[in-house]
């Protein structure tokens, strides 16, 4: 087991660079999540961490090892792939065998590790079996078990869980975090899905067009985003942005369309500052003093309903635990508690400081 340190690291394609100095560090046996979208660089230094790529500039540790210049296999790292990347004429067994194998380990000693990894996973009744007659889920745990035989310093997760179905990722996203409850190993884990992001990190980087919005731990993240891109990235349904300006005594906001709210906090921008105010959907009530809206679309999901209303200064999307017999076309009025709102710089994005403690509503 080790941490992992990213210092400085850059990684350019020709004259395009698509890493921009990126730090990063890791604690041992820590679970760290690399989230953002498609094309964001998360994929790109995961594999700069497993040697897969070369890094332009900066410096990698792992452990007390700068490993820049060490090959993939000599990391002591092991790596799980979206597709699996299973060897189709072997069975089971000799998939998680394998890299043992090249390593000349000897046969009682494989034949144990695999033992114990298959216990582990629950694929000791399917050591037999060619990667062609298991399901998604067990091939993912195959893939898993060729990584746990190795007894790494790291894991390397890209994205495991995109190939499978819903129900069965929801499955595969408790197993694999009782697995490093269990096994105590430094976990590196890329996704694009802030769900798996929020229910398995330890700590979350989020990164966005090759450069940390912000890091931090799963709730830090949630009740106090850094900018408005992490804000509207994190949570689902996300956040809500209302355009206006600060206030003549920097204790409220006025919105578009003339509505006015007090903040919990004065904030830190001269009057007339053009703001986002966002507030999460969760976090809007009914209230009667509240912003008036139209209806325009109700979703029941069962656990609660969402709506999706318009007023004046723009459109809220509110989540209700609570049964409504809400119909497009009502009329309502929404409030949040001053302690439920950010507020975001409009030119910058960035978070305007200082708003004091976020105390969601109970």
């Known amino acids: 087991m080790a941490s992992v340190s990213i210092e400085q690291v850059r990684k350019s394609y020709a004259s395009t660079e698509v890493v921009h100095g990126i730090d990063v560090e890791i604690a041992d046996t820590q679970f ?12 790109t230094l995961l594999r ?21 210049d060490v090959q993939a296999r000599d990391r002591d790292i092991a790596m799980v792939f979206q597709n699996y990347a299973l060897y189709p004429h072997m069975r089971v ?41 298991l399901s998604g889920g067990q091939r993912q745990r195959v893939a898993m078990g060729r990584a746990i035989v190795r007894k790494p310093q790291v894991f390397l997760f890209d994205e495991p869980l995109s190939n499978l179905d819903a129900k069965l ?9 009782e697995l490093h409850q269990r096994l105590q190993t430094t976990s590196i884990y890329v996704t694009h899905d802030q769900i798996e992001a929020m229910t398995m990190a330890d700590r979350i980087v989020v990164m966005h067009e090759g450069i ?13 985003p850094a900018n408005v891109f992490v804000a509207t990235f994190i949570g689902s349904p996300s956040m809500n942005l209302l355009a206006g300006r600060i206030g003549e005594d920097a204790g409220s906001v006025e919105l578009v369309g003339g509505a006015r709210l007090a903040l919990a906090q004065g904030v830190a921008a001269p009057p007339g500052t053009e703001v986002h105010v966002g507030v999460r959907p969760e976090h809007l009530e009914l209230n009667g003093q509240g912003l008036a809206c139209e209806i325009a679309v109700v979703e ?14 723009g459109e809220l999307v509110a989540s209700f635990r609570e049964r409504h017999q809400f119909r497009p076309g009502d009329r309502i009025a929404l409030a949040a508690s001053p302690l439920a709102l950010h507020v975001f710089d409009a030119a910058s994005g960035a978070r305007l400081p200082d708003q004091g403690f976020f105390a969601p509503r109970t």
């Open 32 to 43: 760290c999540v690399l989230v953002g979208p498609s094309g964001c660089g998360k994929s």
């Open 48 to 68: 700069m961490i497993a040697g897969l790529e070369e890094i332009t500039s900066g410096r990698i540790r792992i452990g007390e090892r700068v490993v820049n």
């Open 93 to 133: 067994r000799e998939n998680m065998a394998f890299s043992l194998v090249l390593a000349r380990r000897p046969k009682a000693e494989i034949e144990r590790r695999v033992a114990e990894a298959a216990a582990i996973l629950g694929l000791t009744p399917y050591l037999d079996r060619y990667p062609r007659q």
């Open 169 to 177: 990722r929801v499955q595969m996203r408790g197993e694999i975090r």
């Open 212 to 224: 940390v919005e912000q890091a931090g731990t799963p709730l830090e993240i949630y009740d106090r």
């Open 300 to 313: 029941p999901t069962g656990a609660d309903t969402q709506v999706i209303a318009r007023c004046a200064a």
